[in-house]
């Protein structure tokens, strides 16, 4: 779908003013958990997330339970 059927389509939800739009679409690798890697597995995790971002997005569990918070407490501001 484009952006303008996806905007139309969800147009009661989005409010005044907000669109939809679609900005290079990434894939996302979501494995295990912060609190199990040692600092050395964090720093070489870090280098293999930056070396790979403009391609695919590598999180663990942890950051996308953060990113559900945030987008969460965003929308529910922005009533």
């Not at 290079?24 to 070396?51: C, H, T, W, Y």
């Not at 403009?54 to 999180?59: F, T």
């Amino acid at each position: 779908m484009g952006e303008k059927k996806l905007t139309s389509r969800y147009r009661e939800q989005l409010g005044d003013g907000f669109t939809i739009k679609i900005i290079n679409p990434r894939a996302i690798i979501i494995m295990g958990r912060e609190n199990e890697l040692s600092a050395d597995q964090r720093q070489d995790f870090e280098v293999i997330k930056r070396k790979y971002r403009n391609v695919i997005d590598i999180i663990t569990y942890d950051e996308l339970l953060e990113r559900l918070e945030t987008t969460l407490r965003h929308w529910q501001i922005h009533r």
